[in-house]
């Protein structure tokens, strides 16, 4: 199954804005977040891995819970999804100033 997804990165930042941590805690795991805030575009991580979560999430065929899809990345820089102890790999993201979109293989 394949899942794909689109998020315009402007809708990740307003809702960071007007939900502060509560958003970000509520979608995103520890690691994610930390993750995203060593990053000089914070923003942009952030909607690539919203993305991928909702492109995992088509592919699986269901809404899944947020927290429980932790979206990773290996030492060579690939992402992976982590979902309940199984590793999957065919995950790829791609982000620019505007826009985060993201595809995954199951």
């Avoid at 690939?78 to 100033?97: A, C, D, L, N, W």
Wanted: net charge positive; charged share 30%.
């Amino acid at each position: 199954m394949i899942g794909i997804d689109i998020v315009d990165v402007s809708r990740i930042e307003a809702l960071e804005r007007r939900h502060g941590e509560h958003f970000l805690r509520r979608i995103f795991t520890d690691w994610e977040i930390a993750y995203a805030r060593r990053r000089k575009r914070s923003s942009e991580t952030l909607a690539g891995r919203f993305a991928a979560k909702e492109a995992f999430m088509k592919a699986f065929g269901r809404r899944l819970p947020w927290r429980e899809i932790e979206v990773l990345a290996a030492t060579s820089g690939q992402p992976y999804i982590s979902f309940r102890g199984t590793r999957y790999g065919g995950v790829t993201i791609s982000h620019e100033k505007a826009y985060a979109v993201a595809a995954v293989t199951i």
